[in-house]
């Protein structure tokens, strides 16, 4: 079945300092990649989504690109900021049903100033 | 527009105790499901509505826990009996197809002691 594989936690970074969180999967066919992030007392929220490879989806300062040949799916930010500290999920969908998600564990971040 | 909307946000209970969680989603949206994240490990599936009928229960992990959403609204989760494994966080999600993206909930803490 379907796996994802995240990079493990916690991380815990500088401000302005790059960030980087492997992610790779296993999945049969051509599934979008997500990462989702989770701020503190708040739910998930998309953060960047890629659909096919080659892809590169942005967001908030935050970039992933969809790797078919590594099945990677790495998220990077060049500066971290304290606001970015929270927890991150890489995700992917199988085609046929873009609810159906399979998440890795998680990856907690924290910034400090 | 509201988002997806989660009842309680925070539960304590004892073991062999009942609990309801409520899951409201995008008003129009057919498609919701629960997730749920345990002992804070990945996010895993547990089933997927579209209006009414469950499309796909495979995530359901006993007969403790029954799914229903009446009228292809709302939709309750009721864990009977409680066990401490149970502990975790709740995530509902909503879509207005099955192809298009999910929109998740803040979530339910259920904690069992």
């Known amino acids: 079945g379907d796996s994802v594989t995240q990079m493990e936690g916690p991380v815990t970074l500088s401000e302005e300092a790059f960030l980087t969180i492997n992610c790779t999967y296993t999945?049969?066919?051509?599934?979008?990649l997500f990462w989702y992030v989770q701020y503190p007392g708040e739910g998930l929220q998309l953060l960047l989504k890629?659909?096919?490879?080659?892809d590169k989806g942005s967001n908030k300062g935050f970039e992933a690109t969809y790797r078919k040949e590594t099945t990677s799916f790495h998220l990077e930010k060049g500066s971290v900021q304290v606001s970015d500290s929270a927890v991150y999920f890489c995700?992917?969908?199988?085609?046929?049903?873009?609810?159906?998600?399979?998440f890795g564990d998680g990856t907690t971040l924290t910034v400090k100033p | 527009e509201a988002g997806v909307t989660q009842f309680p946000s925070h539960s304590v209970i004892e073991k062999g105790q009942t609990v309801t969680l409520r899951c409201d989603p995008i008003?129009?949206?057919?498609?919701l499901y629960w997730y749920r994240r345990v002992m804070g490990k990945e996010i895993k599936f547990l089933l997927h509505?579209?209006?009414?009928?469950?499309?796909?229960e495979s995530g359901m992990p006993n007969n403790r826990f029954l799914a229903e959403r009446t009228g292809g609204t709302y939709s309750t989760l009721k864990v009977q009996p409680a066990e401490l494994e149970d502990s975790g966080v709740y995530f509902c999600?909503?879509?207005?197809?099955?192809?298009?993206?999910?929109?998740f909930g803040q979530g339910t803490r259920l904690t069992v002691v």
């Open positions: 999600a909503s879509s207005q197809t099955t192809g298009a993206e999910a929109f």
């Open positions: 999945a049969t066919g051509y599934p979008s």
């Open positions: 890629a659909t096919k490879a080659d």
């Open positions: 995700a992917l969908t199988p085609v046929t049903n873009a609810g159906k998600s399979t």
């Open positions: 008003s129009g949206h057919d498609n």
């Open positions: 509505f579209v209006k009414e009928s469950k499309q796909d």
